[in-house]
Nanobody
């Protein structure tokens, strides 16, 4: 069974930083996409950033230059480094995984989410 478990969320002041982690197990596709999504109350789910098995990242304009996605293949862990956090970044953050066939459009596996709250 594929399992994704997020951690690292919390409450921070505006301008602060957090690093989210996503531990992945049971996922063996050699070509894959992994990403971070977020959803705030009353708003639609938003794709934050995605990275594929070639290590090529893509970012939403709202987080470009502030957030960095990375992965440690040896530890089967996906990371999201969030810098210069803003109150509008407040949301539940989810990691997700799916096949790269040939684009990162299908995310079949999801974590339980971790809350990020940014206060001003």
């Amino acid at each position: 069974q594929v399992q994704l478990v997020e951690s690292g969320g919390g409450s921070v002041q505006a301008g602060g930083s957090l690093r989210l982690s996503c531990a992945v197990s049971g996922f063996s596709d050699s070509r894959y996409c992994m990403g971070w999504f977020r959803q705030a109350p009353g708003k639609e789910r938003e794709r934050v950033t995605v990275i594929d098995s070639n290590g090529i990242p893509s970012y939403a304009d709202s987080v470009l230059a502030r957030f960095i996605i990375s992965q440690d293949n040896a530890k089967n862990t996906l990371y999201l480094q969030m810098n210069s956090l803003k109150p509008e970044d407040t949301a539940m953050y989810y990691c997700a995984a799916g096949p790269f066939r040939p684009f990162c459009t299908d995310y079949n596996y999801w974590g339980q989410g971790t809350q990020v709250t940014v206060s001003s």
